[in-house]
């Protein structure tokens, strides 16, 4: 890790060890349930896991790896104009390579905010007929929702006037690599 990279944290507030217990907890609960029945699909296809580029790479990564059931996966890319022209306006950027139809699918998100971009991942890919839609995301801040989405499987919940990065996370596209959740220095944030 550079120093100039971490010149611009103020504190971490998710620990790179707190986040590796977290993501084998979910690794194990996630598979027992879809062990236990949760899968639908009526042809028996392994369960897929679609990671929502960028954020969620580096979860994902680590999540498929505590899984211990047989599964693929798969990556959509959205972009939101959240405080822009269209509030909640998403775009998809790259769909997935494959079909969903009648398959159960696990969507892994870094992060869900006000909820626009889940609702409309989750509603285009409802579309497609899928045999189980369940979401997971490393982070939620339950507080800052404007649309309700059904969230599953949640990695830690943080309060709603936190702005973190990290672990996936991004401000201005920077940060993604490091390997903890943490808040940045005001005066590393161009309008603070
Ligand atoms: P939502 O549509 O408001 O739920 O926003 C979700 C997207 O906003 C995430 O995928 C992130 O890209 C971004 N976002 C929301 N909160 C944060 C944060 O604290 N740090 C970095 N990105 C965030």
């Known amino acids: 890790m550079t120093t100039a990279l971490m010149d611009g944290i103020a504190r971490v507030v998710i620990s790179e060890a707190e986040i590796a217990r977290r993501v084998r ?11 236990a029945g949760a899968a639908k699909d009526p042809r028996g296809r ?6 929502i580029l960028k954020g969620a790479m580096p979860f994902m990564a680590d999540l498929v ?20 022209t269209s509030p909640g306006e998403v775009r998809i950027l790259k769909d997935l390579d494959c079909a969903i139809g009648r398959r159960d ?15 409309h991942i989750l509603a285009g890919l409802s579309a497609r ?13 339950p507080h800052r929702r404007e649309v309700e989405v059904p969230v599953d499987y949640v990695g830690f919940v943080l309060p709603e006037n936190l702005f973190v990065v990290g672990y ?25």
């Open 65 to 84: 790896r505590a899984m211990d059931i047989p599964l693929e996966y798969d990556f959509m890319a959205v972009s939101s104009y959240g405080n822009g």
């Open 25 to 35: 907890e979910l690794g194990r609960e996630i598979s027992a349930d879809y062990r």
């Open 105 to 119: 699918v696990l969507v892994v998100e870094d992060i869900v905010d006000t909820g626009h971009t889940l609702q």
């Open 46 to 51: 392994p369960l897929l896991v679609v990671g």
């Open 129 to 141: 007929g899928p045999a189980s839609l369940r979401v997971c995301t490393l982070l939620d801040k």
């Open 168 to 192: 996936g996370l991004d401000y201005a596209e920077v940060y993604r690599n490091l390997p903890f959740v943490g808040v940045l220095k005001p005066e590393y944030i161009r309008d603070a």
